[in-house]
């Protein structure tokens, strides 16, 4: 039998649903959970112990009185520390924020207690979900449960660190330029980018406007489906086209088979063969999933759009140019606050100009209608995600790279949703990533692609083996000095 920690979402709910597991238990089991594994990892910068045990108690006196609000009722859930949560601190993992205090939960905070579900408190992220891993933040950075000593990806990293080591089942990230999928191609779940404007953004710290994304973040892909049920807005916020949004009751219908015939895929070599060369193990593992859609019945082609390199010189300038226009104030009055990286990152948009930011939006328009132009070939994109395994926490150069060496900053810039997910191990035990893109609003042939892989693939079923055992003194000798604010 699946131990508890490693069952799925949608398990966890039949098990509520029919009263084999109660809230109280699971979320207890939860906490414990936490308490024993997360002064490896850091996942956590706030545990909301009280909270969470009270409204898993609420939860399991409604479902007693036959009061059941859907397979979320009573399910713990995770949020990134840049999307408020009423009563917790929104710190954005920055000395800037420490004192702050949201008054009210975020509009994607406030779906999720709709539907029932049990916060357990605030993600581990990059500061202000730009900085990267830093040692000169209030909290300490996130690791991989893979190997503690390698990157989480970022920025959403305690996101998929809670999930890789099991500590949660599902977890609500956000995404400029990656930040749902780069932790879910270092650490080895799932984390989709859903349509621009599909899940609301109010209640959530701004980076970059008009490239955020909210969206989530689970170990199976009928679980992420679940989640964005729960999420989506019935009416997109901020529509990236005119196609009318297909009906959330529709993402959660997918198939218990592979179940691809008749698709069209893209194949998007260059991206990691010409535009930035992958690591041979990435290419490897890129090809074995193209040709098991193949066996499959899809119809794989390979399809050529901009250079990488393009879309990320359009994304830098839009992104350091509203960046900037956030955080200016505290730049010029109170810069030593920053940690060193995010200080790094966002002062260039100083010195960008309006004709820098209109001219990247004209070119980010030619970039979208190319994308558009290919999706009247195909029904989905298969292409890389990470161009190599997970880096070492320690080697700042390869931290630096990480960022750019990457094929997820496209979907920012065009708005169309991406899910990255598992496509194998790496030589040194680290997961390999792959990452599926869809039309405007078709989440729903996305998530059944990725089903299909993740059903041919059986990598999902792959844990971080340490995360089985009990926690004994190596957990204490890699605790940081500085705490998270798990405590209790």
Same mark, same amino acid.
């Given at each position: 039998m699946t131990a508890l920690h490693w069952q799925s979402a949608?398990?966890?709910?039949?098990?509520?649903?029919?009263?084999?597991?109660?809230?109280?238990?699971?979320?207890?089991?939860?906490? *414990?959970?936490?308490?024993?594994?997360?002064?490896?990892?850091?996942?956590?910068?706030t545990c909301d112990h009280a909270g969470a045990r009270s409204a898993a108690r609420r939860a399991e006196t409604e479902i007693g009185s036959g009061h059941?609000?859907?397979?979320?009722?009573?399910?713990?859930? +995770?949020?990134?520390?840049?999307?408020?949560?009423?009563?917790?601190?929104?710190?954005?993992?920055?000395?800037?924020?420490?004192?702050?205090?949201?008054?009210?939960?975020?509009?994607?905070?406030?779906?999720?207690?709709?539907?029932?579900a049990v916060v357990l408190g605030k993600l581990a992220l990059h500061e202000f979900a730009l900085g990267g891993p830093s040692f000169d933040l209030p909290f300490p950075p996130a690791r991989n449960p893979w190997n503690t000593e390698h990157h989480p990806g970022g920025s959403s990293s305690g996101c998929g660190a809670a999930l890789a080591a099991g500590l949660l089942p599902l977890a609500i990230g956000t995404d400029t330029t990656g930040s749902i999928r780069n932790?879910?191609?270092?650490?080895?779940?799932?984390?989709?980018?859903?349509?621009?404007?599909?899940?609301?953004?109010?209640?959530?710290?701004?980076?970059?406007?008009?490239?955020?994304?909210?969206g989530p973040m689970a170990r199976s892909v009928d679980d992420v489906a679940l989640l964005l *049920?729960?999420?989506?807005?019935?009416?997109?916020?901020?529509?990236?086209?005119k196609q009318a949004a297909r009906s959330p009751r529709e993402l959660s219908v997918l198939p218990d088979a592979p179940n691809v015939s008749g698709l069209h895929i893209g194949y998007v070599r260059h991206f990691h063969e010409h535009d930035m060369?992958?690591?041979?193990?990435?290419?490897?593992a890129l090809d074995i999933v193209a040709a098991a859609l193949t066996d499959a019945g899809a119809t794989v082609q390979t399809?050529?759009?901009?250079?990488?390199?393009?879309?990320?010189?359009?994304?830098r300038i839009i992104l350091q140019s509203e960046g900037w226009a956030t955080h200016a104030h505290w730049l010029r009055t109170q810069p030593d606050q920053y940690g060193q990286r995010t200080r790094r990152r966002l002062l260039p948009g100083a010195f960008l100009t309006a004709e820098d930011y209109v001219r990247s939006q004209r070119l980010r328009s030619t970039l979208l209608a190319a994308v558009q132009s290919a999706f009247r070939e195909v029904d989905v994109l298969l292409c890389a995600s990470a161009m190599e395994p997970a880096c070492?926490?320690?080697?700042?150069?390869?931290? *630096?790279?990480?960022?750019?060496?990457?094929?997820?900053?496209?979907?920012?810039?065009?708005?169309?949703?991406?899910?990255?997910?598992?496509?194998?191990?790496?030589?040194?035990?680290?997961?390999?990533?792959?990452?599926?893109?869809?039309r405007y609003f078709d989440e729903a042939t996305v998530l059944r692609v990725a089903k299909a892989w993740e059903l041919i +693939?059986?990598?999902?079923?792959?844990?971080?083996?340490?995360?089985?055992?009990?926690?004994?003194?190596?957990?204490?000798?890699?605790?940081?000095?500085?705490?998270?604010?798990?405590? +209790?």
């Open positions: 949608n398990a966890l709910a039949l098990a509520v649903r029919q009263r084999r597991l109660s809230p109280v238990e699971l979320i207890e089991a939860a906490l *414990e959970r936490i308490s024993q594994w997360d002064p490896m990892i850091h996942a956590f910068i059941y609000r859907g397979p979320l009722h009573g399910l713990p859930i +995770g949020i990134k520390d840049v999307i408020d949560v009423h009563g917790l601190p929104t710190t954005c993992h920055s000395r800037l924020r420490l004192d702050h205090a949201a008054i009210a939960d975020a509009a994607v905070v406030a779906r999720l207690r709709q539907a029932g932790p879910a191609s270092a650490c080895g779940v799932i984390g989709l980018k859903p349509t621009y404007g599909l899940v609301a953004r109010a209640g959530v710290f701004p980076l970059a406007a008009t490239l955020d994304h909210v *049920e729960t999420i989506a807005c019935s009416t997109p916020t901020e529509p990236a086209g060369v992958a690591d041979p193990q990435v290419a490897a399809i050529e759009l901009p250079d990488l390199n393009t879309f990320s010189a359009v994304s070492r926490l320690d080697d700042p150069i390869a931290i *630096e790279s990480t960022y750019s060496r990457q094929a997820r900053t496209p979907f920012n810039v065009t708005g169309h949703p991406a899910i990255a997910m598992m496509a194998g191990l790496s030589a040194s035990g680290l997961p390999l990533s792959v990452q599926f893109v869809g +693939g059986g990598w999902q079923q792959r844990h971080p083996s340490r995360f089985d055992r009990a926690p004994g003194s190596a957990a204490v000798r890699e605790q940081s000095a500085t705490p998270s604010r798990c405590a +209790g």
